[in-house]
């Protein structure tokens, strides 16, 4: 499988993957593939575990967190296979940046072409734990707070385990040590030469309408996934779509309106007024 143009940036929860990861898809004008908006989709192509038969409580509160871990590993590991059939039916052009938390340094390192086109964020583990343990609890558990506590123990561990494989393979692992905007011109800084020697032809409006469409998808399956409640429809990021280069202009609309421009075929919303 050729995988030639794909730019993976993995770590833990909590470590900025996500908006660097969106920040140079927006600067570079590059495909963006998050791992978690594709969850729903993959849900029916994964295998049956023994972590999809349990109750709230038997993930969250009986569970030890190396037991957690060893389910996180699991599971990682065979959404990894699904990630690479996706991977392989984008276009070959432009480059692809990929981020999640499944993004295992092992993984990755068996289809990597050169190791500038992977990118691994730690967080120090203090701070880690203190931004993880500020987030609510975790819902349908009978101690949603002690659930917390123990998933971010477990967090803790992927964090651990992250680092030490990365380095270990001889991959860029760097420490998360000063703010949001100085970490993406360090990843750009890490992926400007595997950026400069792959493939610049961009249909940009069609790669923003295919991220939005990936969203919508999402966010409309995880709706029905709580069928019969009834969800509030709150406002999601969809990306611009006025192809222009450069472009990092979000549209904040509610699923249910995507979805009727979206069947009008009338795209005009989505583009945002140019300055």
């Not at 703010?179 to 595997?194: G, K, Q, T, Y």
């Not at 009008?264 to 583009?271: E, F, K, S, T």
């Amino acid at each position: 499988m050729d995988l030639s143009h794909a730019l993976w940036i993995g770590g833990g929860q909590g470590s900025g993957k996500s908006t660097v990861a969106r920040a140079l898809a927006r600067r570079f004008d590059l495909q963006l593939y998050v791992v978690d908006h594709r969850t729903w989709v993959h849900e029916p192509r994964m295998p049956s575990t023994e972590f999809s038969s349990l109750s709230m409580d038997e993930r969250w509160l009986e569970p030890s967190p190396q037991r957690m871990l060893d389910w996180f590993l699991s599971h990682s590991r065979h959404r990894f296979r699904l990630v690479l059939e996706d991977l392989a039916a984008l276009p070959d052009s432009p480059l692809a940046v990929v981020e999640g938390p499944q993004l295992l340094p092992t993984s990755v390192s068996a289809v990597l072409r050169s190791p500038d086109q992977a990118l691994f964020l730690v967080s120090h583990l203090d701070e880690q734990r203190a931004r993880l343990l500020a987030r609510p609890g975790i819902p349908g558990t009978s101690d949603p707070v002690q659930a917390r506590v123990n998933a971010t123990e477990r967090d803790l561990m992927i964090t651990q385990l992250i680092e030490r494989d990365a380095r270990e393979l001889r991959l860029r692992a760097v420490e998360v040590d000063r703010p949001l905007d100085e970490m993406v011109e360090l990843a750009a800084e890490h992926f400007r030469p595997a950026i400069e020697r792959g493939p610049r032809e961009v249909d940009l409006a069609a790669v923003r309408r295919f991220e939005n469409d990936v969203l919508a998808e999402q966010v409309r399956l995880y709706r029905a996934s709580l069928d019969p409640v009834d969800v509030e429809d709150w406002t999601l990021p969809f990306a611009c779509e006025c192809g222009a280069p450069g472009c990092a202009a979000e549209i904040e609309l509610p699923l249910r309106d995507y979805e009727t421009l979206s069947a009008a075929g009338d795209r005009r919303p989505l583009r945002a007024p140019t300055p």
